[in-house]
């Protein structure tokens, strides 16, 4: 079963545009990360945030949590070709015993930015 | 410095056959976790080990799927009898430190059962 979900499934915009796209889960949790994954590849870790963090940035990225709402936020500015991928959420959940980082994984969003 | 990684990178097996999975850690990395992605999925765990202690084999999805660490680097996912269903992309992920910590993911092996 799969922690988060992904919203939305598919994004097509232009290179210039900016691209969102929202994650939501279910249980507590430690901290979400974000990967992405170029098709047949491996995926590439692109921010983590912890829980006690509502935003952060990297580069062009731009994340935010809000854990009132179990839900993150992923945006990517100035979007190029390159950043065609699949980008996925993970969440690592709290437990009562120290965390050794296991990742529950949404089903992604995959998105197409034309030239 | 080298990536994790995986190989092969792509297996054909016939339905029946068992195979085995290798990955490289980065080195030095204390935590080792196997992911299994079915096309157009996310990955789901299967399991983690702890130097050579697998802590966690809860995502295994059936006792024909074995992982082991024996020396605290390179593990291997053998999946035994396979079957279609077991037609996926199985990744390896490393992080330096037990705990909550980026996880550097491998190429991944793509299995095709037929």
């Known amino acids: 079963s799969q922690q988060g979900e992904e919203d939305p499934q598919a994004l097509s915009i232009q290179e210039g545009e900016n691209a969102t796209m929202n994650c939501s889960y279910k249980?507590?949790?430690?901290?979400l990360q974000w990967y992405r994954q170029n098709s047949g590849r491996g995926l590439v870790h692109l921010i983590l945030?912890?829980?006690?963090?509502r935003e952060k940035h990297s580069g062009r990225l731009r994340v935010t949590l809000d854990t009132s709402k179990k839900s993150s936020s992923l945006l990517i500015t100035a979007s190029r070709a390159a950043d065609t991928a699949s980008y996925f959420c993970a969440t690592d959940a709290r437990r009562t015993t120290d965390s050794w980082g296991k990742l529950q994984f949404g089903a992604g969003t995959q998105v197409v930015v034309t030239p | 410095g080298a990536g994790v990684s995986q190989s092969p990178r792509y297996k054909v097996a016939k339905r029946g056959q068992d195979v085995a999975l290798r990955c490289d850690p980065i080195?030095?990395?204390?935590?080792l976790f196997w992911y299994q992605q079915a096309l157009g999925q996310g990955p789901e765990f299967l399991t983690y080990f702890q130097n050579e202690a697998q802590l966690d084999k809860s995502g295994l999805p059936s006792d024909r799927f074995f992982a082991e660490r024996p020396e605290g680097s390179v593990s291997t996912l053998k999946i035994q009898r396979t079957q279609q269903e077991d037609s996926a992309v199985y990744l390896c992920a490393s992080s330096p430190r037990w705990g909550i910590d980026t996880q550097y993911f491998g190429p991944g092996t793509r299995l095709t059962v037929l």
């Open positions: 080195s030095g990395h204390v935590s």
């Open positions: 945030i912890r829980s006690n963090e």
């Open positions: 249980t507590s949790i430690n901290n």
